[in-house]
């Protein structure tokens, strides 16, 4: 099993390493397009929901990031400081009231690009897996 890691102040310019990481888990695990494409996308999102919503944007607060490959998937886990939220809770952003709605699809977007999305800790650690084939 591979593992690859780091940690971030809650700073949304640090999305920028974000990319790089993920850009360097595509060359180390050998990702095609489709699920680099997929992984990006869904890693992005939630290291900006960690920082924002998670983090509240305090930059003394961390966002970690952490990636495992083994065989046959790749899982990342997003974790921060923050108090948590009841996932259960979200509005649904296909809702027709919510629909015109500037923010609120991140969680919906990201469900659907990864095949497992997992809540742990309160919301304070989200874990993404991605099957390999």
Known sequence: MKNISIQIPSMV?????????????????SLTDD???NIMIAVIESVNNAIIHG????K??????NANLSDEQIVFN??????????????????????ENVG???IF???HLADEVDFQ????????TFYLS
Do not use: C
């Open 13 to 29: 310019e640090n999305i920028r390493i974000v990319e790089s990481f993920v850009d360097n888990a595509k060359e180390v695990y």
């Open 35 to 37: 699920l680099y494409g």
């Open 55 to 58: 983090n509240k944007l305090d």
């Open 60 to 65: 003394d607060k961390l966002v970690s990031l």
């Open 78 to 99: 997003i974790s921060d400081e923050g108090a948590g939220f009841d996932h259960h809770e979200l509005p649904d952003p296909t809702a027709p009231e919510n629909i």
């Open 104 to 106: 609120g699809r991140g």
């Open 109 to 111: 977007l990201i469900k």
């Open 121 to 128: 800790q309160e919301g304070r650690n989200l874990q993404l």
